[in-house]
């Protein structure tokens, strides 16, 4: 029987769809959000199991769609600061006092500001099923397991209520289930009282069990590490999270381009210099680790290549990746940056079937 390959590193998926999250939130052009939305929606569609944490994409499509339509409804109720002479329909407006001079509660509505708050809810909204396609595509638990030794006990917490999440959600049904073949009611605040009491009893015993059970595999140990070791680590974790930040912040910036980019790139590599001397403290094994091989290095490098390219995109052609609404016109597709898109598409075609998520 031949050996089944290797499954796909849960951490390249995540690194794909963040890349393409990224490139979603340097652009409004809605053609190439379109673009961005269908790749990842094509990827999720060829190599997504039928695990339960799989059905996740739907979810986050959902919110998506809600986003955009609760960015749109703000927009029609309290207006928008982008000035318009195509005039859709006029709501009746209600008086304000003095101090609330800026707002406004109903009144005009035109196209100009329907189409920047679209624009822009479109935007989120990509970003969104971006993450829901890396959600639909790894496990949570299995992409928990490979964090670094620094972050061991944080990861168990977050498996642990991931785990005990879909137990709490069973016990509500059966109990409800049971209640109604005995013909007692599992509504109102009584039958909420009446069920609540067994679902919590039995969420205390879990508990108890997982943390004997987590106490008896020595859960919390850690090893002796010199004070020198232990303040170069909080330094460099420290220093590199500030330095994340700053850069994230220089690269949704416009007065920040350039140096958001060398400012994250260093923070990045600090922090996870730090993560990795913080290892030492956490001494474990993992039981079949998850291997980074040639494939997700060009899973990973798909969604880097993407958000690379839409960012330098952005910078050199900033009006067709941002496409204005005064006067009002169909937007432009830009041929090189949608061609940039089509890159996310890689991973459907170099992870084979045999590598994907299985229940």
């Not at 005995?182 to 943390?211: F, I, K, N, Y």
Request: net charge positive.
């Amino acid at each position: 029987m031949p050996e089944r390959s290797p499954r796909l590193h849960p951490g390249a998926w995540w690194l794909w769809a963040l890349g393409l999250g990224t490139a979603a939130t340097r652009t409004t052009n809605p053609l190439l959000l379109a673009l961005l939305v269908a790749a990842s929606g094509y990827v999720v569609a060829t190599h997504r199991s039928s695990a339960p944490w799989a059905r996740s994409y739907a979810a986050f499509a959902k919110l998506a769609v809600a986003v955009l339509c609760v960015r749109l409804a703000f927009t029609v109720l309290l207006g928008s600061p982008i000035p318009g002479t195509h005039v859709l329909f006029t709501l009746p407006e209600l008086p304000l006092p003095h101090w609330a001079q800026g707002i406004r509660l109903g009144g005009e509505v035109t196209a100009e500001a329907l189409l920047f708050s679209g624009y822009n809810g479109l935007k989120l909204a990509a970003l969104l099923i971006c993450v829901g396609a890396a959600n639909a595509l790894s496990s949570p638990a299995r992409l928990l397991k490979s964090l670094p030794g620094a972050l061991y006990e944080a990861g168990v917490a977050v498996v642990v209520a991931l785990t005990f999440a879909p137990h709490l959600i069973a016990d509500v049904r059966r109990l409800r289930a049971a209640r109604r073949l005995r013909g007692r009611p599992d509504r109102g605040v009584r039958g909420l009282l009446q069920v609540g009491l067994p679902v919590l009893e039995g969420a205390l015993e879990r508990s108890v069990a997982l943390a004997a059970a987590m106490d008896a595999r020595g859960f919390g140990r850690t090893a002796e590490v010199p004070a020198r070791v232990r303040r170069t680590t909080a330094a460099l974790t420290l220093g590199g999270l500030l330095g994340v930040c700053a850069g994230t912040y220089g690269l949704l910036t416009a007065e920040g381009g350039t140096y958001g980019l060398p400012v994250l790139l260093a923070g990045a590599a600090a922090a996870l210099a730090g993560l990795r001397l913080g290892g030492r403290r956490s001494p474990r094994t993992r039981y079949r680790p998850a291997p980074w091989g040639v494939r997700a290095w060009l899973v990973a490098g798909s969604g880097a290549a993407v958000a690379a390219l839409l960012t330098l995109a952005a910078a050199r052609e900033p009006d067709a990746l941002n496409p204005g609404v005064v006067p009002l016109a169909a937007p432009a597709l830009p041929l090189w940056p949608a061609a940039s898109v089509l890159l996310a598409l890689l991973p459907a075609f170099v992870v084979p079937q045999e590598s994907r998520e299985r229940a």
